[in-house]
């Protein structure tokens, strides 16, 4: 079954590791694999009890202590990862990799620990406040794009696009300009954003986790962002690709150039804890400062949770999980989600929510689909995702979706991943992000 991974067919591993356990439930091997393809998948909670598992039938199988301290690490659980560490290395005290990954979680614990030692209560100082904007100065060799009169026009947008498509950087006072912008548009913006469509269409966007090229390919398959050409990106612009502050910026971008028809809304990773670990922290620090992280951080938290639209369709991120209809699936209700965080919920979920709102259905992200798309609970509860290819090795399809006033029935349009340059996906993660799935 190992050609399952080579050929990125994470689905069908799990699905046939499954089998081969219904014939063999006390072969640690068997766990710890299908522990690996949930990994892949980002199934952080199951892959941690199977992981679990192989260590009841087999204590002394040392892979399933790398697969169980990978799933806490990315639940994480730190200590948990720690102590699974440590114990490989105890064992196999000549392991480089395990050393190196042993090491590296120690850096974050002891990190931890100490940011705890010295938080405080007093009222952190907001960092447009802080900033002077108008001080910074552009050099005379600086021919990039820049703000007309402090304005952000389609023509800004055009060149900006342009120039991070040749791996160009916008000069600081731009970049600081489009955030501090943003943060006094969104600031204004409620938790729940309520728009009405009527004969146009509206375009939502899922995940693109900073994969820059493929949201240009977005735009070049479906017309760039304008009054007559509004977009919804449904969360989770940042982490993981290395082109995250490009897709930040370029997002923010149009956000202020059409306030009322460019719409994003937050999703699990415009939050500090993930990205200080899947890679926006360390780019941001990379390309520009610490202190410009702390403002993207600060006008996150101003992000709208979710949209409603024509009082019939609600968008949102979501860290919850449908329950598919096939036959492992069938339960109603709620139960704890694969990913080992929040729940999942089954079609009478879905079905009472809608009721009592009065909604038709509704449309969420935040789960890599190998078509761009999935239509669950008999077409209540659907899932986008655009982040094509995803990490450069999940080889799925990236989707959007239009629906249109007239009836909000939703259209899918699919496309696939385009060449980028050659910067890995993670490429400024955590460390022991970067070593990898063992």
């Given at each position: 079954?190992?050609?399952?991974?080579?050929?990125?067919?994470?689905?069908?591993?799990i699905k046939?590791?499954?089998?081969?356990?219904d014939?063999?439930p006390?072969?640690?091997?068997?766990?710890s694999?299908?522990?690996?393809?949930y990994?892949?998948?980002?199934?952080y909670?199951?892959?941690?009890a199977?992981?679990?598992?192989a260590?009841?039938?087999?204590?002394?199988?040392?892979k399933?202590?790398?697969?169980?301290?990978?799933?806490?690490?990315?639940?994480?659980?730190f200590?948990?990862?720690?102590?699974?560490?440590?114990?490989?290395?105890?064992?196999?005290?000549?392991?480089k990799?395990?050393?190196?990954?042993?090491?590296?979680?120690?850096?974050?614990?002891?990190?931890?620990?100490?940011?705890?030692?010295?938080?405080?209560d007093?009222?952190k100082?907001?960092?447009?406040?802080?900033?002077?904007?108008?001080?910074?100065?552009?050099?005379?060799d600086?021919?990039?794009?820049?703000?007309?009169?402090?304005?952000?026009?389609?023509q800004?947008?055009?060149?900006?696009?342009d120039?991070?498509?040749?791996?160009?950087?916008?000069?600081?006072?731009c970049a600081?300009q489009?955030?501090?912008?943003?943060?006094?548009?969104?600031?204004?913006?409620?938790?729940?954003l309520?728009i009405?469509?009527?004969?146009?269409?509206?375009?939502v966007?899922?995940?693109t986790?900073?994969?820059f090229?493929?949201?240009?390919?977005?735009f070049?398959?479906?017309?760039?962002?304008?009054?007559?050409?509004p977009y919804?990106?449904?969360?989770d612009?940042?982490d993981?690709?290395?082109?995250?502050?490009?897709?930040?910026?370029?997002?923010?971008?149009?956000?202020?150039?059409?306030?009322?028809?460019f719409?994003?809304?937050?999703?699990?990773?415009?939050?500090?804890?993930?990205?200080?670990?899947?890679?926006?922290?360390?780019?941001?620090?990379?390309?520009?400062?610490?202190?410009?992280?702390?403002?993207?951080?600060?006008v996150?938290?101003?992000?709208?949770?979710?949209?409603?639209?024509?009082?019939?369709?609600?968008?949102?991120?979501?860290?919850?999980?449908?329950?598919k209809?096939?036959?492992?699936?069938?339960?109603?209700?709620?139960?704890?989600?694969?990913?080992?965080?929040s729940?999942?919920?089954g079609?009478d979920v879905?079905?009472?929510?809608?009721?009592?709102?009065?909604?038709?259905?509704?449309?969420?992200s935040?789960e890599?689909?190998?078509?761009?798309?999935?239509?669950?609970h008999?077409?209540?509860?659907?899932?986008?995702?655009?982040?094509?290819?995803?990490?450069d090795?999940?080889?799925?399809?990236?989707a959007?979706?239009?629906?249109r006033?007239?009836d909000?029935?939703p259209?899918?349009?699919?496309?696939t991943?385009?060449?980028?340059p050659?910067?890995?996906?993670?490429?400024?993660?955590?460390?022991?992000?970067?070593?990898?799935?063992?």
């Open positions: 079954m190992s050609y399952f991974f080579s050929d990125k067919d994470y689905e069908n591993a046939y590791y499954t089998e081969a356990l014939l063999n006390q072969n640690a091997i068997y766990y694999n299908r522990s690996l393809a990994l892949r998948t980002e199934c909670g199951y892959a941690l199977d992981a679990t598992k260590l009841e039938v087999d204590k002394n199988y040392i399933g202590y790398y697969r169980r301290a990978t799933s806490n690490m990315a639940l994480g659980k200590k948990a990862a720690l102590k699974d560490y440590e114990t490989v290395v105890k064992v196999r005290p000549n392991d990799d395990a050393r190196m990954k042993y090491q590296e979680c120690n850096k974050i614990v002891k990190q931890k620990a100490f940011e705890r030692a010295i938080a405080s007093e009222k100082k907001s960092v447009v406040d802080s900033l002077d904007i108008e001080s910074m100065t552009i050099e005379d600086y021919v990039g794009p820049k703000l007309e009169d402090g304005k952000v026009t389609v800004f947008m055009k060149d900006l696009m120039w991070f498509k040749d791996q160009k950087k916008l000069h600081r006072k600081y489009v955030i501090g912008f943003a943060h006094v548009v969104l600031h204004a913006s409620p938790c729940l309520l009405f469509i009527f004969t146009e269409k509206i375009t966007c899922g995940d986790h900073g994969q090229y493929d949201l240009l390919n977005i070049e398959l479906n017309g760039l962002p304008s009054e007559t050409n919804l990106f449904n969360g612009f940042v993981r690709g290395s082109f995250s502050v490009e897709v930040i910026l370029t997002l923010f971008g149009f956000k202020l150039l059409y306030p009322d028809n719409h994003l809304l937050r999703g699990n990773h415009e939050t500090d804890n993930m990205n200080q670990m899947y890679g926006f922290e360390g780019e941001v620090k990379a390309k520009y400062t610490a202190q410009m992280f702390q403002l993207f951080s600060e996150f938290q101003w992000l709208p949770l979710a949209q409603c639209i024509n009082n019939k369709v609600l968008v949102r991120f979501m860290e919850s999980w449908p329950l209809q096939k036959p492992e699936f069938l339960r109603n209700g709620r139960s704890i989600s694969k990913r080992g965080v729940c999942q919920f079609p879905t079905e009472r929510f809608l009721e009592q709102n009065k909604l038709d259905y509704i449309v969420r935040h890599v689909k190998a078509e761009g798309y999935e239509v669950t008999s077409g209540k509860c659907i899932t986008v995702f655009s982040a094509p290819n995803y990490c090795q999940m080889g799925n399809k990236g959007y979706i239009h629906l006033g007239s909000l029935k259209e899918f349009h699919q496309f991943a385009v060449p980028h050659d910067v890995k996906p993670m490429a400024y993660a955590n460390t022991l992000m970067q070593l990898g799935m063992m």
